[in-house]
């Protein structure tokens, strides 16, 4: 994992140090990953120009050792920010966790990220390893807009019957699942190349 740049992105009402984000930073930099987790601009009212602009000027790397583990909102923000790299563009691997791409019900104020779509071909080009994680229990994003989500860009779709939506409320300070899943694309990675 020596030469793994991994860049976790958060979502709506979160930050870097919130859920997970910290152990799984801790856990890929004890492994020898360079690892980023950019601070998304005013997450209590998230822009999507201000976010995908934001990520264009922070993500310094996208070639075949950089990885991308994004939640929720940050989901959807990352796919809008890599179907404007380069289609010659190789990157690692995706694991998105709880991810959707269409409005979600109670959550109007998100819409805008979902109104434009992203360009699935482009992704499922530049992005070779694709994972989608979710839970059947989750009462923010339906399950339902996560397995879309993942039939949309052909990835793996890893279920958890419980899990909610993978918040520190849920009980979710780590999550090692999301760790396994990456390491796996990484090994990957190494033994195609």
């Given at each position: 994992?020596?030469d793994?740049?991994?860049?976790?992105?958060?979502?709506?009402?979160?930050?870097?140090?919130?859920?997970?984000?910290?152990?799984?930073?801790?856990?890929?930099?004890?492994?020898?990953a360079q690892?980023?987790?950019?601070p998304?601009?005013?997450?209590?009212?998230?822009?999507?120009?201000?976010?995908?602009?934001?990520?264009?000027?922070?993500?310094?790397?996208?070639?075949?050792?950089?990885?991308?583990?994004?939640?929720?909102?940050?989901?959807?923000?990352?796919?809008?920010?890599l179907?404007?790299?380069?289609?010659?563009?190789?990157?690692?691997?995706?694991?998105?966790?709880?991810?959707?791409?269409?409005?979600?019900?109670?959550?109007?104020?998100?819409?805008?990220?979902?109104?434009?779509?992203?360009?699935?071909?482009?992704?499922t080009?530049?992005?070779p390893?694709?994972?989608?994680?979710?839970?059947?229990?989750d009462?923010?994003?339906?399950?339902a807009?996560?397995?879309?989500?993942?039939?949309?860009?052909?990835?793996?779709?890893v279920?958890?019957?419980?899990?909610g939506?993978?918040?520190?409320?849920?009980?979710?300070?780590?999550?090692?699942?999301?760790?396994?899943?990456?390491?796996?694309?990484?090994?990957?990675?190494?033994?195609?190349?």
């Amino acid at each position: 994992m020596k030469d793994a740049a991994v860049y976790i992105i958060h979502g709506y009402l979160a930050s870097p140090s919130h859920h997970w984000f910290p152990w799984l930073k801790r856990q890929l930099a004890a492994e020898g990953a360079q690892v980023f987790v950019p601070p998304m601009p005013d997450p209590e009212h998230p822009d999507p120009a201000e976010w995908i602009e934001f990520l264009d000027a922070n993500v310094h790397t996208h070639d075949e050792r950089t990885f991308f583990v994004a939640h929720s909102l940050g989901c959807i923000a990352l796919l809008r920010h890599l179907e404007r790299v380069s289609a010659d563009t190789r990157i690692g691997g995706l694991v998105l966790v709880s991810g959707f791409s269409e409005p979600l019900p109670g959550l109007p104020l998100l819409d805008a990220f979902t109104l434009d779509g992203y360009d699935v071909e482009h992704i499922t080009r530049i992005a070779p390893r694709r994972t989608v994680l979710a839970a059947l229990d989750d009462s923010i994003v339906p399950y339902a807009h996560s397995e879309r989500l993942s039939r949309e860009l052909r990835a793996k779709l890893v279920t958890l019957p419980t899990g909610g939506h993978f918040l520190e409320s849920d009980g979710f300070t780590e999550l090692p699942i999301a760790l396994n899943e990456l390491e796996s694309m990484i090994a990957d990675r190494r033994r195609t190349h």
